[in-house]
């Protein structure tokens, strides 16, 4: 049984989020659907992070099982199947014990945010057409560093066992009318982007002071935390394995 891992990308809109579910449509889905109409035979594949309904993702990584030899025309024909708004970028065999979840050392978040209406952004970032501390945001997201625990930023019904993230980058960076938050870290919790863009927000607005943040923060209380940006405006950005285990597929014709 050989193990590969896949590189796509999407567009979240139409979407109930990335993961399997019942009785909805999501991008897993339609991948498993496009894998199995090539391979002739039901395949199943595992993600690396799930993303809530309507979020985007530059790069996600699936793995799946096969028996079967690859296509020549592998890449071509699955993006002839996918719908428009999900793309297949690259294929890759590791060894059969990887795992595209638990391999993952790091995953990349950018949330964005225009100033001025824009119709070319309309479904790719949130229209924040008010006044802000970006001094404050910037400070509000370095704060961000010094905690471990992000139970604040976390929505209910979620099953995991530890809200212990490791947040290695934190910032906001700003072109013109477009203003991004990028963050980076070993894992993330449900709601938890949009949760911290959200809160910071607040923060930016005056409408939270630092303190307050902070105390937000340590409250461990996700009533705390505002979670009401849109999903359209966050994107998956990247996700990072260890050098060396991700080894391309080239195939001579595409």
């Known amino acids: 049984m050989n193990r590969y891992f896949i590189e796509v990308g999407y567009k979240g809109a139409q979407y109930s989020g990335f993961q399997v579910q019942e009785n909805a449509h999501t991008v897993q889905a339609e991948i498993d659907r496009a894998l199995s109409i090539l ?6 594949s595992t993600g690396s992070s799930r993303t809530d309904a309507g979020v985007n993702a530059q790069q996600n990584f699936l793995h799946f099982d096969t028996e079967l030899p690859l296509h020549p025309q592998f890449l071509y024909k699955i993006n002839a199947i996918l719908p428009d708004d999900i793309v297949l970028r690259a294929i890759y065999q590791v060894p059969p014990d990887a795992n595209s979840r638990f391999a993952a050392l790091a995953r990349s978040y950018e949330y964005t945010l225009y100033t001025r209406k824009d119709p070319f952004l309309k479904d790719r970032g949130y229209f924040f057409p008010y006044k802000m501390d970006i001094t404050a945001l910037q400070e509000a997201a370095e704060v961000i560093k010094g905690y471990s625990d992000f139970t604040t930023f976390s929505k209910r019904n979620t099953q995991v066992k530890t809200y212990i993230c490791n947040i290695t980058e934190s910032y906001w960076t700003v072109d013109g009318e477009r203003i991004v938050y990028n963050v980076t870290a070993n894992r993330f919790l449900r709601g938890m982007v949009r949760g911290l863009v959200g809160t910071m927000l607040r923060v930016g607005r005056g409408k939270l002071s630092m303190d307050q943040f902070k105390a937000a923060i340590e409250s461990l209380d996700c009533t705390n935390a505002d979670f009401a940006v849109p999903p ?14 991700l080894q391309p597929i080239r195939f001579d014709r595409q």
């Open 39 to 44: 391979f002739r035979e039901k395949t199943e």
């Open 232 to 245: 359209q405006g966050l994107f998956l950005m990247k996700v990072r394995y260890p050098d060396g285990l």
